[in-house]
């Protein structure tokens, strides 16, 4: 039935679980209502300031302890970066060991993360505008002189009396 108020306590519903997931149609099926609906409520939402300054506030929030878990996760990746090799344990006469050193692997995570963090500042300094977002790239292209091609060889005529 269209047109029909939805009860506001499902309104209040949706907008507790949208808040969260950013997803309209995920947040309709929980409460219960036609996704439709859903996205109705999501874009009134959009324009609803109070609404979105608490996105503004749990992605700042989420994103503050994504950067401490980065932060965690390089001071591990940093102090096996700096471990020595194990040494191989006894194992038997004339068996193999492999040990497989993976401090090329933390490396690339302390780099990784390093990156990551940068990108983070930059979206923050954008966003607060005390950077200029970069603007378009251009990338231009010439073509190059072709090379001499060889002509493709003629096709041969069918005989005469072939017809």
């Known amino acids: ?47 609803d300031s109070e609404f979105a300054a608490e996105r503004r506030r749990l992605r700042a929030n989420a994103l503050d302890e994504a950067e401490r878990a980065v932060m965690d996760v390089v001071r591990i990746g940093r102090k096996r970066y700096r471990d020595e090799l194990p040494e191989p344990k006894a194992v038997g006469e004339g068996a193999t060991v492999v040990i497989t050193d993976r401090r090329p692997d933390y490396g690339k995570l302390i780099i990784d993360a390093h990156k990551t963090l940068a990108q983070r500042t930059r979206f923050d300094d954008e966003r607060d505008g005390s950077v200029q977002p970069a603007g378009p790239v251009f990338i231009l292209h010439e073509a190059s002189p072709a090379e001499p091609q060889e002509s493709p060889p003629p096709v041969a005529e069918p005989p005469p009396d072939a017809a």
Do not use: Q
């Open 1 to 47: 039935m269209h047109g029909v108020p939805t009860d506001e306590a499902v309104v209040a519903a949706f907008r507790a679980d949208y808040l969260y997931t950013g997803n309209a149609a995920k947040s309709a099926r929980k409460v219960g209502i036609p996704e439709g609906t859903g996205r109705d409520i999501a874009r009134r939402l959009a324009d």
